[in-house]
């Protein structure tokens, strides 16, 4: 009986840790939002309080919430309108006039052919943002009398969103939840072939909704140089 214990209890934490493996990701980012709400002293630049950043709507002045804090876009991520390139219109939805960086469009363009070559079809609606439009954004819900914090659940505060580096595209289809959808499960199976990663995914949605129409080309990720 003495030699039986030790068994078990290795094969029981064997099995412990081979349970919890597939959600080890979303456990780290659990226990990190945990310590930013209940210890936001220990992270750097976020205070015990709040976060000491914040933007303006108009002539008021509102906190970036703590889900934000401390990933405001550096101006040299910002893209320059001038150098951005406009989507074939084949590739965009309904009659918009999309723009992004020329090495995410050519990245856009060769992951596009590569679906229709599986019968599935990308279409985008909507690429680069000025903080002009975040801005709009944003206001256009307060104007719903929509609180700040849902809002920002939903929209980057201006500056902070991946749509203001020229790099990030929405895609779009009809009639179903783009997260149900043919085009997200080729998107999830194949768009890290072609650099684009999905910046806000479902296991982070408490926090900031799940937005799976959402991907992100990182500069390193398989980009021409521009």
């Not at 019968?119 to 700040?148: A, C, D, H, T």
């Not at 289809?173 to 997260?179: I, K």
């Amino acid at each position: 009986m003495i030699r039986v214990f030790p068994n078990i209890s290795h094969l029981f934490t064997k099995y412990i840790a081979s349970s919890i493996k597939p959600y080890y990701s979303l456990i780290v980012r659990l226990f990190f939002i945990l310590v930013i709400l209940i210890c936001p002293g220990l992270i750097p630049g976020i205070s015990r309080a709040e976060c000491q950043e914040t933007f303006i709507i108009d002539t008021t002045e509102y906190s970036v919430p703590l889900w934000w804090c401390g990933h405001r876009l550096d101006s040299a991520a910002l893209a320059d309108p001038s150098e951005l390139v406009r989507l074939p219109e084949k590739l965009c939805y309904a009659d918009f006039r999309i723009y992004v960086r020329p090495g995410t469009r050519d990245a856009l363009v060769t992951m596009a052919k590569s679906a229709a070559n599986d019968s599935v079809f990308l279409v985008v609606k909507s690429g680069y943002r000025s903080l002009w439009y975040q801005r709009r954004l944003i206001k256009n819900r307060l104007e719903k009398e929509i609180p700040i914090d849902d809002i920002l659940r939903l929209v980057a505060p201006p500056g902070y969103s991946e749509h203001h580096t020229g790099r990030a595209v929405d895609f779009v289809t009809d009639g179903v939840f783009f997260g149900k959808s043919a085009e997200y499960q080729w998107l999830k199976e194949n768009a890290a072939s072609f650099g684009f990663v999905e910046s806000f995914p479902k296991d982070t949605s408490r926090i900031i909704h799940w937005e799976p129409w959402h991907w992100y080309l990182p500069p390193e990720k398989h980009e021409i140089s521009e």
